[in-house]
């Protein structure tokens, strides 16, 4: 079965960097675009960032453009996220998700916390 | 690009039916039949209710509906039972770089 697993969330002071992991297994990776969406406490959900399959089409939100790289590694089936330069309002849950290229975000991890404070 | 527009709240009694909107432009929702509707109970992910604005993944019961009309999809619960409480948000394709667009999202309450 499709199963995502997140990690490298933590806590960070401003202006700080943190990479986020998300392992995937039960499906061909290099077929899917990957993303990763956020959810700010008690807020909603934010689509951040996603890579197409081969990896020629990236996006990023712009309230992380600049600060926040996707990339990902097809042979360790593994998507990423480099975040640098954090700030406060970056604090959030951090899910990465299958998508569809229809813009179907289907299957989604358990969520990392990063929590940006001094 | 802006967010879809979903009520902040609906709420109904065990039973009954209720229908939680969500509104774009003809760049998304109108333009396309790819939305997708999600079910988030506290501190869990996102779960696929309905996706392609009228289909059920495996397993997900047919309680359970989608639709479209023009701009706006809307999503049905019909014999609502207390695990429905949750919230709930749309998404859909969007023409241009973005791919994706979601709703502010839906807190249900099952009175």
């Known amino acids: 079965q499709v199963k995502l697993v997140e990690s490298g969330g933590g806590l960070v002071k401003p202006g700080g960097s943190l990479r986020l992991s998300c392992a995937a297994s039960?499906?061909?990776?290099?077929?899917?675009?990957m993303s990763w969406i956020r959810q700010a406490p008690g807020k909603g959900l934010e689509w951040l960032s996603y890579m197409t399959s081969s990896g020629s089409t990236i996006y990023h939100a712009d309230s992380v453009k600049g600060r926040f790289t996707i990339s990902r590694d097809n042979a360790k089936k593994t998507l990423y996220l480099q975040m640098s330069s954090l700030r406060v309002e970056d604090t959030a849950v951090y899910f990465c998700?299958?998508?569809?290229?229809?813009?179907?975000?289907?299957?989604w991890g358990q969520g990392t916390l990063v929590t940006v404070s001094s | 690009q802006s967010a879809l527009t979903q009520p902040a709240s609906v709420s109904g009694s065990p039973g009954q039916s209720i229908t939680i909107s969500c509104t774009g432009t003809?760049?998304?929702?109108?333009?396309?039949?790819?939305v997708s509707w999600y079910q988030q109970h506290p501190g869990k992910a996102p779960k696929l209710m309905i996706y392609d604005v009228t289909n059920r993944p495996s397993g997900i019961s047919n309680r359970f509906s989608g639709s479209k009309s023009g701009n706006t999809a809307s999503l049905t619960i019909s014999g609502l039972q207390a695990e429905d409480e949750a919230d709930y948000y749309c998404s859909s394709y969007t023409s241009g770089d973005t791919l994706v667009l979601f709703g502010g999202g839906t807190k249900l309450t099952v009175l």
């Open positions: 039960g499906f061909t990776f290099n077929e899917y675009y």
């Open positions: 003809s760049s998304d929702v109108g333009g396309y039949n790819y």
């Open positions: 998700a299958r998508v569809l290229g229809i813009g179907r975000p289907d299957y």
